[in-house]
């Protein structure tokens, strides 16, 4: 039906840089809303960004200022650049997507697989 596939993760030093992307494919009419969260080990799954079509996206208070999120809905897209990345931002990273799609008369929810970003000397 709708598929979303996060790429761009890695393993980088502290205080460096990495862009994630996520595409999403499919039955797609339109995408309300979409996301970022991130999981480290042991931890509950939190949000780290957040856009809700064409407005300005929100960030948690831990990355404000580092993260920016950019979308290109022509292309069903979804950006994450992360700078001065910290050992603590080290998580597998989930794109989320609220989309209604041409098959439903509803807004769905949609995960990807998630991209590991190690953050490490």
């Known amino acids: 039906q709708v598929q979303l596939v996060e790429s761009g993760g890695g393993l980088v030093q502290p205080g460096g840089s990495l862009r994630l992307s996520c595409v999403a494919s499919g039955s797609i009419f339109s995408i309300n809303y979409m996301a970022w969260y991130r999981q480290a080990p042991g931890r509950q799954r939190e949000l780290v960004a957040s856009v809700i079509g064409h407005d300005s996206p929100n960030y948690d208070d831990s990355v404000k200022g580092r993260f920016a999120l950019s979308t290109d809905y022509a292309k069903n897209m979804m950006f994450l650049q992360m700078d001065n990345l910290k050992s603590d931002d080290t998580a597998v990273y989930y794109c989320?997507?609220?989309?209604?799609?041409?098959?439903?008369?509803?807004?769905?929810?949609?995960w990807g697989q998630g991209t590991q970003v190690t953050v490490s000397a």
């Open positions: 989320n997507a609220k989309i209604y799609t041409t098959s439903s008369l509803a807004v769905l929810n949609f």
